[in-house]
């Protein structure tokens, strides 16, 4: 039977527009959940990375407010002018600030250190950057993503995030049920 022009089996309804935008809606969600999953938790958590999220403009317009920052720990002996580094004010502090390193100096002691200037600041910071500081160097960054993983810390991130794994999973048992109930219909419309 032909019902709007959509070739149809004795007993079953005609998909439409609707059903087929809902497919390909339910499919790009899967695929940005996916992606999400793997920029956001799997890449981190391979390589160690921390992540934080940038809070003022110091960093600006590169690293805007709300830009997510994964940041590798890195050999300090290998950090280089130009590179975005995430360090503690103060050393066993939990208070950190991201900048580039804009030169290489040596303290009283010997000891290697950082100076560094936030991309929008007109000032070097003042103090210069042991090694005990430094948390990591920038591996990449997600715009905007950082608010919403504030949110996420403030509220419980693990219970969200399970949340978001039972949806994604139900989706798919219901994909696959849905599939299996649809082949079903075929063998039974084809005997």
């Known amino acids: 039977m032909t019902v709007a022009g959509v070739e149809t089996s004795p007993g079953t309804k005609p998909r439409g527009?609707?059903?087929?935008?809902?497919?390909?809606?339910?499919?790009?969600?899967?695929?940005?959940?996916?992606?999400?999953?793997?920029?956001?938790?799997?890449?981190?958590?391979?390589?160690?990375?921390?992540p934080y999220t940038v809070l003022t403009n110091s960093m600006a317009p590169k690293y805007p407010p709300g830009t997510?920052?994964?940041?590798?720990?890195?050999?300090?002996?290998?950090?280089?002018i130009g590179d975005v580094v995430t360090y503690q004010?103060?050393?066993?502090?939990?208070?950190?600030?991201?900048?580039?390193?804009?030169?290489?100096?040596?303290?009283?002691?010997g000891d290697r250190t950082l100076i560094t200037k936030g991309d929008n600041n007109s000032l070097e910071d003042e103090v210069p950057v042991r090694e005990v500081q430094v948390r990591g160097k920038l591996l990449y960054s997600v715009p905007q993503v950082g608010w919403a993983a504030n949110w996420m810390e403030n509220n419980n991130r693990e219970g969200v995030a399970k949340w978001v794994a039972v949806g994604l999973i139900g989706y798919?048992?219901?994909?696959?049920?849905?599939?299996?109930?649809?082949?079903?219909?075929?063998?039974?419309?084809?005997?």
């Open 68 to 80: 997510l920052l994964i940041v590798k720990p890195a050999d300090f002996a290998n950090l280089k």
């Open 89 to 109: 004010l103060r050393s066993g502090e939990p208070e950190v600030v991201t900048h580039r390193i804009v030169s290489i100096g040596v303290n009283q002691e």
């Open 17 to 50: 527009m609707r059903h087929a935008v809902g497919r390909v809606l339910g499919f790009v969600a899967l695929c940005v959940a996916l992606f999400a999953a793997v920029i956001l938790i799997v890449i981190p958590a391979v390589t160690g990375s921390q």
């Open 172 to 191: 798919g048992v219901v994909t696959i049920l849905r599939g299996a109930q649809e082949s079903r219909r075929k063998k039974k419309a084809g005997a």
